[in-house]
């Protein structure tokens, strides 16, 4: 009985730190980036072997390639056999993305990512996502982020899909709302 009330208890410390997301506080681009292009910078690294964590990811892109830029972050899950964002490749593929992110008013947003298979993601200056792992396309935890004014805010990710299906995407919304794909419109490189 002990033993049992020790394992709930243990269990229930676990849910309240993973649901337990706190708030992190953004840096805008300072200066504020002119004339981008629209869409996110990508450069893939293709291994000869698997590539099954971000570490693989990191050794993989050592050698990476000049990508076709990516609209945005809205890549839903694929086919298995279609290849992984703009990539020459359907399966083993490691991306290093780069660009930022346009905020339209200042205020308290939700975002997470939907992603297969992992994902590490830093949004003005800060870190907002990571999932390091093989998995189906599925969300990463929701990070709440105070954006103290309108504007640009850089964005760098790291991502990499092993095998079956990809799925890339942001989602995002004002504090306490459903979140909801963000818009290609605002992303830019």
């Known amino acids: 009985m002990i033993k049992r009330l020790v394992m709930i208890a243990a269990a229930a410390m676990l849910c309240a730190s993973v649901g337990a997301a706190e708030t992190v506080t953004l840096t805008p681009a300072d200066p504020q980036p002119k004339g981008l292009s629209a869409g996110l910078y990508v450069e893939y690294g293709y291994p000869g072997g698997k590539i099954r964590s971000l570490s693989d990811a990191s050794s993989a892109l050592k050698k990476s390639k000049k990508g076709k830029p990516l609209t945005g972050l809205n890549y839903a899950d694929t086919n298995e056999g279609d290849l992984v964002l703009t990539s020459r490749r359907e399966y083993q593929v ?84 459903k979140v909801k794909q963000v818009a290609d419109s605002a992303f830019g490189y």
């Open 94 to 177: 490691a991306a290093s993305i780069s660009g930022y992110v346009r905020f339209d008013a200042p205020g308290s947003y939700d975002i997470d990512f939907l992603t297969n298979d992992g994902l590490k993601v830093t949004l003005g200056g800060q870190p907002v996502a990571k999932y390091d792992g093989i998995h189906a396309c599925s969300s990463t935890r929701i990070t709440n982020v105070t954006v103290p004014k309108a504007g640009w805010y850089a964005l760098e990710m790291m991502y990499f899909q092993k095998e079956g299906t990809s799925c890339l995407q942001m989602r995002m919304a004002a504090k306490g709302s």
